[in-house]
């Protein structure tokens, strides 16, 4: 069984920053990508952020491009969302996933951490 354990989030104003960490443990763990999603209240849950475990290679959504920075350490199974200048509209629960695959259903998904953003 592989375990996704996100923290970081919280309640900030904006402009503020916030940093989210998601740590995946268990079995012999095969990564191909990880990712962020978030979703806010009557709204679907979409794809933030993701990054292609191998080499780094990053995804962003345009309306978080340059405030957002996702990086990982592999040696720790660990992805991170560094979230600068951040916007009211950013408030969402936020959800790591990882991917076995290069592409498809994403395999597992953290418990979600909320973020909270005021005006």
């Known amino acids: 069984q592989v375990q996704l354990v996100e923290s970081g989030g919280g309640l900030v104003q904006a402009g503020d920053s916030l940093r989210l960490s998601c740590t995946a443990s268990?079995?012999?763990?095969?990564?191909?990508?990880m990712g962020w999603f978030r979703q806010a209240p009557g709204k679907d849950r979409l794809a933030v952020s993701t990054?292609?475990?191998?080499?780094?290679?990053?995804f962003y959504i345009d309306s978080v491009k340059g405030r957002f920075t996702i990086s990982r350490d592999v040696a720790k199974n660990t992805v991170f969302l560094q979230m600068d200048n951040l916007k009211p509209e950013d408030t969402a629960v936020y959800y790591c996933?990882?991917?076995?695959?290069?592409?498809?259903?994403?395999?597992?998904w953290g418990q979600g951490t909320q973020v909270t953003v005021s005006a």
């Open positions: 996933a990882l991917g076995e695959g290069p592409y498809g259903p994403w395999d597992y």
């Open positions: 268990g079995r012999t763990l095969k990564v191909w990508r």
């Open positions: 990054i292609r475990w191998n080499d780094g290679t990053a």
